[in-house]
């Protein structure tokens, strides 16, 4: 075996996995194996903050469906890292998450920058591997690749700082990568054998149908039924908008024509979707979600199948090998649903009609609080516009390549409703971890990955405050971004609960703000304001032209503040005060 250093090892497989791209700030730590980076064809980009590399190797593997890379100091830089792979777990991505850690020989003695770092990552990652001798480099790191790609989420390489240095004979170890299979026998026929007894079967497109590139799969098997496909809750680019029987995502701020269609369905395929619990709840004021539908659940951990949703027949199987295994059975039976083709797709285009007609009209929110924050605004200086107009707006100057993510709140949420992609690997949302300061630092990584494509960043003022100094990486790192940012001067998720719940007492909610565009321009971007409706296509499309001239932009949109809809009303109740001094806090 080849006589090399610990991190040569660990450079070597680093290599002989594909990386080029790793994301993080430079430390003593790992100093020895950076060193040779370069050579290897590794090119370290630094960061401002942690939090962010992570989610960079969050976004370039979602884009790429290859590992994301971070690594950073010991102690300090890697408990920075904690939250984006908590976010990275819950998008199902294979970042390798690399946490150089204190000197075995000081482990336990309180030592500078000393942390247990394995229990940080211990719940979100699929696998964690601590090297535990030098001997062992190139073994536990080709294995947390593996491992990453095997499981579909993060892992934790963990390396005492000392055991980048010595002499050790190693083999470089191979990639594997296992071959997904469509399922079981049994299951795929049980399923296809629902299918062909459905009257109005409906799909459901989840992240899996991304992930395993088997949109053309499901188109398929959606076009040979005549079966509406919806998108699982934030996963948009699971299914080309412009088909005509896509009808949008289910969840928050989802598609109404979507969730009256699948309300009606005896058969829902649940196609590459967990039905995470969030996914599924009620919204626009309807609990949708069939009762008394067969359920068909394919995924490929067998341990989400029935976890959240009783289900009928689950299929523990790739969700592309498994869409044509059921369309190959399915020609060869009797399918019920054929003889009604015409009539369910003159439904399927009567909804969708019904709910773009709906989102033509809603320009504002109607309720009472909302109307008043309109009223109120209009006369103070300056013009503020409406949410839902301004993403109306994004919708329609949206280039075909766009690459989007989001952040959490409430413009961004209700933006799920406008966001419609032609091609997977399109958007990326914080998931079910929902963190503040997601969206900026994952496009930045998305645009690493694929710098060919539009990027482009959703966030509120809030959110974008925690991320925003990432507009540096971009013009240092010549990584051009279009970051949009709706100034509403609140935390309005939140907001949003005061005002069902807590009769209007704002506590920490309002946000005073500078001028993001100034902030912006101080960093070296663009920074453009708009205040005027007419002004946010053309501001969108123009920092989009100036990707191509490497130019990153912010586009700060001063927006009213009134809200949408919240996360989940069962998620409060009014309050209860006993003691007497709380007695108007009711």
């Known amino acids: 075996m080849p006589r090399m250093t610990p991190s040569e090892a660990l450079v070597e497989t680093l290599a002989a996995n594909g990386v080029t791209d790793a994301f993080g700030i430079m430390g003593s730590a790992f100093m020895d194996a950076m060193d040779i980076f370069a050579p290897a064809g590794i090119r370290l980009i630094p960061v401002v903050h942690e939090q962010g590399a992570g989610h960079m190797a969050d976004g370039y593997s979602r884009v790429s469906g290859r590992h994301g890379v971070c690594i950073a100091q010991n102690g300090p830089g890697i408990t920075n890292f904690v939250t984006a792979i908590a976010a990275a777990y819950w998008a199902h991505s294979p970042v390798v998450c690399i946490t150089p850690e204190t000197g075995s020989m000081s482990q336990g003695l309180g030592g500078f920058q000393e942390a247990q770092q394995l229990p940080f990552f211990e719940t979100i990652t699929k696998y964690q591997g601590h090297v535990a001798n030098p001997a062992r480099m190139a073994e536990i790191t080709a294995r947390c690749f593996d491992r990453a790609m095997l499981e579909n989420g993060p892992t934790q390489l963990n390396i005492p700082r000392d055991f980048f240095y010595g002499d050790i004979n190693v083999e470089i170890p191979q990639p594997i990568r296992i071959e997904r299979g469509a399922g079981g026998e049994q299951s795929l026929q049980e399923a296809a054998e629902l299918l062909a007894n459905a009257k109005n079967p409906v799909i459901i497109s989840g992240g899996g149908v991304v992930m395993s590139d088997a949109v053309e799969e499901c188109k398929a ?205 399109s958007f990326f949302a914080a998931m079910s971890f929902g963190n503040c300061g997601y969206a900026l630092p994952t496009i930045i990584g998305a645009k690493v990955a694929a710098p060919e494509r539009t990027a482009i960043s959703y966030a509120g003022d809030g959110a974008w405050g925690m991320s925003m100094m990432e507009i540096m990486t971009c013009v240092r790192e010549n990584i051009p971004v279009t970051s949009i940012v709706f100034h509403n001067r609140q935390w309005g998720a939140e907001k949003k609960n005061q005002v069902d719940f807590y009769n209007r007492r704002f506590v920490a909610g309002d946000l005073e703000n500078p001028s993001f565009a100034d902030i912006a321009r101080g960093m070296g971007a663009e920074g453009v304001t708009v205040d005027r409706l007419e002004d946010v296509g053309p501001a969108l499309k123009a920092a989009c032209l100036a990707q191509k001239e490497g130019k990153t932009t912010v586009i700060e949109i001063l927006c009213t503040r009134e809200l949408g809809d919240p996360f989940r009303r069962d998620a409060l109740s009014k309050p209860v005060r006993h003691l007497e001094k709380y007695k108007d806090y009711c």
Not at 223 to 235: D, I, K, M, R, T
Not at 242 to 261: E, R, V
């Open 221 to 425: 098997l959606a076009e040979f039924l005549g079966a509406p496909v919806v998108n699982s809750y934030l996963h948009n680019d699971s299914f080309p908008a412009s088909h005509p029987l896509w009808c949008g995502p289910l969840g928050y701020q989802g598609s109404k024509a979507g969730m009256k269609l699948i309300s009606r369905a005896d058969v829902v395929l649940a196609l590459g979707t967990r039905l995470g619990p969030f996914g599924t709840l009620p919204q626009h004021g309807m609990d949708y979600w069939p009762k008394d539908a067969k359920i068909i659940q394919v995924d490929c951990d067998a341990k989400m199948l029935g976890l959240v949703k009783k289900i009928s027949v689950g299929v523990c199987g790739d969700a592309k090998a498994a869409a044509v295994s059921m369309l190959k059975r399915l020609e060869e039976l009797n399918v019920y649903c054929l003889e009604t083709k015409g009539a369910r797709g003159s439904e399927i285009a009567a909804e969708k009609a019904a709910w773009e007609q709906e989102l033509d009209e809603w320009i504002h929110e109607k309720d009472d609080y909302s109307l008043d924050m309109i009223a109120e605004q209009a006369e103070e200086e300056g013009s503020f516009l409406h949410p839902r107009q301004v993403l109306r707006e994004l919708e329609k100057a949206m280039p075909e390549d766009a690459m989007v993510s989001t952040d959490i709140g409430n413009i961004n949420s209700v933006a799920n409703s406008y966001l419609r992609f032609e091609k997977p690997r």
